[in-house]
């Protein structure tokens, strides 16, 4: 039998960002795609951010993230970050990146832009992913260009829905 809710879901087009963080000198950064705006006034964005990801607990202690945006043509840069520290415990080795000037987040060397954030809220829903609910404190755009240049998971496709 078909599931039309997966099947629904799936034909929405997510985002596909580099979400950094950092808590005292540890940083991270992952992969996400359920990032949106939420509100003009304040510039307020909201994440959906899994529990069991390493960044959760940085989110939660130091309070800041960035979202990092990329270009269609440069996926190969945000490729990188697609495992878990789990997996990959020296994933932060070889990375380039600058401290944002707001929130010390890590602003990756090829990001068409970046938005930092500070978090207002953790929002447990009961599911596994928590909201997270931020004001855009400070953004930078290093490669001027359209919302369709941006890199989305249908890009790549890849799926995170259902």
């Known amino acids: 039998m078909a599931d039309d809710i997966k ?3 799936r ?20 992969v996400l795609n359920w990032a949106s705006q939420v509100s003009y006034e304040p510039r307020l ?3 959906g951010l ?23 043509a440069d996926a190969d840069l945000i490729k990188p970050f697609t495992k878990g520290r789990a997996k990959n415990p020296d ?3 070889d990375v380039v990146y600058a401290p944002g000037p707001e929130t010390g987040c890590p602003i990756l060397e090829g990001a068409a832009a970046y ?3 500070k978090v207002i809220d953790i929002l447990h829903v009961g599911g596994d992913h928590d909201i997270v609910v931020a004001e855009v404190v400070n ?20 799926s995170y829905a259902g």
């Open 91 to 93: 994933k932060m080795k």
């Open 7 to 9: 099947n629904a879901l």
């Open 50 to 72: 899994a529990k069991n990801a390493y960044s959760y607990a940085l989110v939660q202690q130091g309070r800041v993230f960035a979202i990092n945006i990329f270009n269609k």
């Open 115 to 117: 938005l930092e954030c």
């Open 11 to 30: 034909m929405m087009p997510y985002g596909f960002y580099a979400v950094s963080t950092i808590a005292d000198e540890d940083a991270n950064v992952m």
């Open 45 to 47: 964005m909201a994440i």
């Open 139 to 158: 953004g930078g755009v290093y490669k001027p260009g359209e919302a369709g240049e941006t890199l989305s998971l249908p890009d790549l496709g890849w």
